[in-house]
């Protein structure tokens, strides 16, 4: 099995404030193993570095804001706080820790800025990434799925639930469409909030997300880090992922651990959730090169 989605520092730390070390991606791999999780993607967020601010900056000044709410101020200030890291430092350890043998892929986990993502593309292809997760966690400058704001959740009274999930879904082709990326992670993230529009719209929605994957050739992510949300069900919905399978788009397995104790989190779950579901193979990355490992593959099975 394979957890092809974590995170090494939590959200509320800020990046420079931990020690980013062999010794931490370690301590990421031994909990892997005890979860039966025999290779690791590490897959920190695009916008903790302050090179990737440096090509993206000020995308938010050309986001339309609804109902007079100071969005794109709020977009300026997620990108202060977490934008500190160093991401030359952060490439190198882990690839010092593939050196040394431990059971990780050197990755990324990328948001969709309109208009920037050629520049996004050009500053990654400098680093010997294994594999970028293509994310959309903001609806122009609004992050639909911050529970813990109110001002991001009062956003979602000015806006009809079919709206959001349209747009979403929009925002999800073009990432796509940019083929920046090699795995739509969490793809329908949208359901985040619990807020469904008719059944009928999320059909519509889920059959361009599965669109989006087959025709750019990207992966799709199964994640249990749905299961922590309000939605409270994993990414991708089963009609989603019947989609998926219908369009012969591969898969990954992902918990979004934001530290140690949730790595590997019920991947097991998730993989037994895709056999039933008729997927015979998993997807791994080598120098963004897709791979495709079988579930029966035996002692070469991670
Ligand atoms: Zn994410
Ligand atoms: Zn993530």
């Known amino acids: 099995m394979i ?22 991606i370690s301590r990421y791999t031994d909990q892997a193993q005890a979860a039966g999780v025999g290779e690791i993607a590490l897959t920190e967020h695009f916008f ?10 000020r995308w938010w000044e ?28 952060y490439v190198e350890t882990a690839v010092a820790a593939k050196k040394a043998g431990l059971p990780v892929v050197v990755g990324l986990e990328v948001d ?29 400058s609004w992050m639909f799925d911050i529970f813990s704001d109110a001002m991001q959740m009062e956003e979602w009274d000015r806006w009809t639930y079919s709206d959001v999930w349209r747009a979403y879904a929009e925002a999800l082709s073009e990432l796509a469409e940019t083929k920046a990326c090699d795995v739509l992670a ?19 929605c889920e059959e361009r997300i599965a669109e989006a994957a087959a ?13 922590l949300k309000l939605c409270r069900e994993d990414y991708p919905s089963p009609s989603l992922l019947e989609r998926f399978g219908a369009k012969g788009v591969p ?16 991947i097991d779950v998730l993989q037994r959730t895709a056999v039933r ?12 090169v897709g791979e495709e490992l079988g579930f029966d593959a035996g002692s070469d099975n991670p």
């Open 277 to 288: 579901a008729g997927f015979g193979s998993v997807r791994r990355f080598r120098s963004r």
């Open 215 to 227: 025709s750019s050739g990207m992966a799709a992510e199964m994640s249990s880090a749905g299961m």
């Open 62 to 89: 050309n986001c339309a804001e609804r109902g007079g709410q100071p969005l794109n101020a709020k977009a300026e200030a997620y990108f202060d706080h977490h934008a500190t890291a160093d991401l030359d430092l």
């Open 48 to 57: 903790r570095f302050v090179q990737g601010r440096a090509v993206v900056d």
């Open 251 to 266: 898969i990954t397995f992902a918990s979004d651990a934001h530290g140690v104790g949730r790595v590997g989190n019920r």
């Open 186 to 204: 969490h793809p329908d993230l949208v359901k985040a909030a619990g807020r469904f529009p008719d059944r009928a719209v999320v059909d519509e």
């Open 3 to 24: 957890d092809y989605h974590v995170h090494l520092w939590p959200h509320a730390e800020r990046a420079d404030e931990g020690e980013l070390a062999l010794d931490r």
């Open 112 to 140: 969709y800025y309109p208009g920037r993502m050629d520049k996004v593309s050009n500053l990654l292809a400098g680093y010997p990434f294994d594999v970028l997760l293509g994310s959309v966690h903001w609806i122009e």
